[in-house]
């Protein structure tokens, strides 16, 4: 696939939002597979909708350069970006952020694979306003969480993530999961991560690292 995909919204009042948005599928499941597929563009995400003050946790936006969602499902030797050409996933002004360069999100209760994977696309995060927000920020060069190891995957894409959230996780291949066998994540997969929050608005969690934010 290759083009330029936009997401925006503003002026909605939202009470439940769960946006899936991939380069090639928005969401996978029932032990799906996508395998050998290409993703060569921009992706670009903003919001300024009214959120009524209502829970961030009904506020998710899944954001992958290949798909969004994955639940017992697979997702083998793909591609997002190419090399030596600028592509990107932007991502601004969601409360809930989940941003992976391959795919977003991964649940599983059975066997599922992401393996054989590159991701060459860059990935920036940045939130709306100065208030704290107690809920996490998860940026993966391959996933940004996933409940299944991440094998034998490459990225070169850096890492960007500008905000207010309280607990971070960001990870050059996966943001926090069950973590990342053979993996590697190249020189430019740089991870970066600039908090908006003063002292008084209290702790913070930031769980960074080149393979992986956190594994559990």
């Known amino acids: 696939v290759t083009g330029d995909i936009t997401c925006s919204q503003t002026g909605v009042t939202v ?21 050998g597929c290409a993703f060569k563009g921009n992706i670009t995400v903003s919001d300024g909708s009214d959120f009524g003050g209502i829970s961030a946790a009904k506020l998710y936006f899944y954001v992958g350069g290949i798909v969004g969602y994955v639940e017992n499902g697979n997702v083998l030797n793909s591609t997002a970006g190419a090399e030596g050409v ?17 795919a977003a999100w991964v ?3 059975k066997s599922t694979e992401i393996s054989g994977c590159t991701n060459y696309m860059a990935m920036s995060f940045a939130s709306n306003g100065a208030r704290a927000d107690t809920t996490p920020c998860r940026l ?19 890492i960007s993530s500008l905000g207010n959230s309280t607990s971070v996780y960001l990870g ?3 943001g926090d999961g069950a ?5 590697t994540n190249h020189t430019t997969g740089t991870v970066t991560r ?8 209290g702790n913070r969690y930031m769980y960074i690292g080149g393979i992986s934010g956190g594994i559990n």
């Open 15 to 35: 009470t439940k939002s769960n946006v899936c948005l991939g380069g090639v599928a928005g969401g996978q499941a029932d032990n799906g597979t996508i395998g």
């Open 86 to 102: 600028s592509t990107k996933i932007d991502v601004r002004g969601i409360l809930v952020p989940a941003v992976g360069g391959v």
């Open 107 to 109: 649940v599983t209760s």
């Open 140 to 158: 993966g060069g391959i996933a940004s969480h996933s409940a299944a190891p991440i094998t034998s995957c490459n990225n070169y894409g850096a």
């Open 172 to 174: 050059g291949i996966v």
């Open 179 to 183: 973590g990342a066998l053979n993996c």
């Open 194 to 201: 600039t908090s908006q929050l003063t002292n008084a608005q």
